[in-house]
């Protein structure tokens, strides 16, 4: 981590950009950079500072992303299309050499967060119906009118909107890391003898307890704030993955939950893989799960699992898709069946939705009539943001069912599960 090459050490008050942002505290941290929260002092205003490491890996990585950024940034100026902003970007040079930086609007948890906070249980439809508007408006925006992939889709890359000034944050506030003490007499002890001391260090302990319970009792009252914000637009981040729809540079893209089968089977991709990862956030947000977790077992790999799974709940992929890649035959003999995973067990996305997780029966049928299509094995038949965003089951606006399905509507959404597979069988496989 902190050492010539990698992370820069920042302590808060520490300046950046000839002084124009100030730091303030850690946001958060990845395999590339620290994030810092910074006061930026021409604008007035907080902001995010992505610090990235310094080796030219990480150097060239950044610029990568301020190629993606400046794109975005530049093309959407009302800042409507729920893509973060990117406002700045420098470089610092530290003890551990050059770090570019790259300075974002301030934004607030990301959804994995929210998730967790909900005890990993679903946030209810009325959320994820209006998270699910404002990442298609995004992916709409990437894709239609930018010809970008995003291709690393998943909750921790989408972050809400902060409607919280991050200077009143009540649970960051009187906890920072003792990084202001002042020098020389560092715990205010000198001239106290042993006994008392001791008795001053089990105060401190006592005190350090208590401040636990309350930071998590901060932290469970800003979730429930969080939660019932009106407000639950969000925006998409993190960059370092996309690419141009005509420019791919790799065939291995995407964190493996949320991976496209084509990409697994190396068909090629497209704008399509964002759609399928689309559906499996909004599937985690409503079940609080993931769809697809698969792993390696005895005698197959965690790939031929992950096309097991899927094959599951949506059906067979059809035979011509599943040998035309250049991975098929490492899972697929010539009639279209997985070499080593013999006996599946078939569900579907609506009968997981209320045996797994005891949705009622027209909630689950109306939500997997969204989802279904996007999980289409053949990416070209998938719908597009754009035609998702007219989706009836987005129209309505609570946590309750939305009426019957106007098929007209649906059509133009290609509702129907074109592998012809999907077997409405009892038993529950996941
Ligand atoms: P990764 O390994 O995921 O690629 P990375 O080093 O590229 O990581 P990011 O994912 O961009 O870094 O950011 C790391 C974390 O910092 C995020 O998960 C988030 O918690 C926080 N963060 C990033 N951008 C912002 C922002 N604009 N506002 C608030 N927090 C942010
Ligand atoms: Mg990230
Ligand atoms: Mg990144």
């Known amino acids: ?37 910074a006061f930026d002092v021409q604008s007035q ?41 990117l406002i700045d970007h420098f470089k610092h040079t530290g003890p551990n050499g050059q770090h570019i930086c790259l300075v974002f609007e301030f934004l607030g948890d990301s959804l994995l967060k929210l998730v967790q906070y909900n005890r990993y249980k679903g946030i209810g439809f009325r959320r994820v119906r209006e998270i699910c508007r404002s990442i298609l408006i995004g992916l709409d925006y990437l894709h239609r009118e930018l010809g970008i992939i995003h ?12 409607t919280i000034d991050p200077s009143k944050d009540p649970i960051r506030s ?20 042993p006994i008392e001391r001791k008795l001053k260090m089990r105060a401190r302990r006592v005190l350090a307890k208590l401040a636990e319970k309350r930071k998590s009792a901060a932290e469970y009252a800003r979730a429930e704030r969080s939660l019932d914000g009106i407000d639950m637009t969000c925006k998409i981040v993190d960059f370092g993955n996309a690419c141009w729809a005509d420019n791919q540079f790799t065939d291995f893209i995407q964190t493996r939950q949320y991976r496209a089968p084509e990409v697994i089977l190396g068909s090629g991709y497209s704008f399509p893989v964002d759609m399928w990862s689309f559906a499996c956030i909004a599937f985690e947000l409503a079940t609080g799960e993931m769809l697809f977790t698969p792993k390696e077992g005895q005698g197959y790999s965690e790939d031929e699992d992950h096309l097991a799974l899927m094959m599951e709940v949506l059906g067979k992929i059809p035979k011509k898709i599943a040998t035309m890649g250049t991975k098929s035959k490492e899972y697929f003999d010539r009639h279209g069946d997985l070499k080593r ?46 035609q998702c965003l007219q989706h009836k089951w987005l ?7 939305c009426g019957t399905l106007n098929t007209t509507d649906a059509k133009n959404v290609g509702v129907a599960h074109s592998t012809g597979n999907t077997v409405g069988s009892d038993s529950k496989s996941i």
Do not use: M
């Open 174 to 193: 009187g906890l920072q890391p003792n990084l202001e003490r002042p020098e020389g007499n560092p715990n205010g002890e000198v001239g106290l003898n």
């Open 45 to 85: 205003k907080f902001v995010a500072l992505k610090i990235q490491k310094s080796a030219p890996e990480f150097a060239q990585a950044a610029l990568h992303e301020i190629e993606f950024l400046s794109e975005i940034t530049t093309r959407d100026p009302s800042n409507c299309k729920c893509i973060i902003q």
């Open 151 to 162: 291709s690393d889709l998943k909750l921790e890359n989408i972050l809400l909107v902060s």
């Open 395 to 401: 129209q309505c606006n609570d946590d309750k069912t």
């Open 1 to 37: 981590g902190y050492r010539k090459g990698g992370y820069h050490a920042v302590r808060p008050g520490d300046h950046f950009a000839a002084g124009r942002y100030v730091a303030q505290r850690k946001l958060g941290w990845g395999n590339f950079s620290t994030v810092w929260l």
């Open 341 to 386: 995973i013999r006996r599946l067990k078939f569900s579907s996305v609506e009968r997981v939705l209320v045996d797994k997780y005891k949705i009622p029966e027209s909630d689950a049928r109306e939500f997997a009539d969204f989802l279904c299509p996007l999980f289409d094995f053949a990416p070209e038949k998938r719908p597009t943001a754009a």
